[in-house]
């Protein structure tokens, strides 16, 4: 069984900085494609940004590309999502997921291809 733990989630001004983390434990991390969503009160949960396990291949959206960073340490088991200038509208819960469906490494930006996920983090930006 795979799991996943993110951490690092909370309160910050506009404009600060977090970092997120998600370790995996259960499965080969080198070998998955991982990536990260977030959901808002009311909203559905939407791709952030993703990487695969090579960690040659990222994506962002839109909303956050030139603001975020993401990476990986396939030593430590464990994915980074380092969140700059953070604005009110980045305020939600951020979750990492796995994907299982190809040992190729790749990028996938639909919820419905990833396999397992974490419990999430919250990120608050308000002053």
């Known amino acids: 069984q795979v799991q996943l733990v993110e951490s690092g989630g909370g309160l910050v001004e506009p404009g600060g900085s977090l970092r997120v983390s998600c370790v995996v434990s259960?499965?080969?991390?080198?070998?998955?494609?991982m990536g990260w969503f977030r959901q808002a009160p009311g909203k559905e949960r939407e791709f952030v940004s993703a990487?695969?396990?090579?960690?040659?291949?990222?994506r962002y959206a839109d909303s956050v590309q030139g603001r975020f960073i993401v990476s990986r340490d396939n030593t430590r088991n464990t994915a980074y999502l380092q969140m700059n200038n953070l604005k009110p509208e980045d305020t939600a819960r951020y979750y990492c997921?796995?994907?299982?469906?190809?040992?190729?490494?790749?990028?996938?930006?639909?919820?419905?291809?990833?396999?397992?996920w974490g419990q999430g983090t919250q990120v608050t930006v308000s002053a």
């Open positions: 990487i695969s396990w090579t960690g040659d291949t990222i």
């Open positions: 997921a796995v994907s299982t469906r190809t040992e190729l490494p790749r990028i996938f930006f639909s919820r419905d291809d990833y396999t397992y």
């Open positions: 259960g499965r080969a991390f080198n070998r998955l494609n």
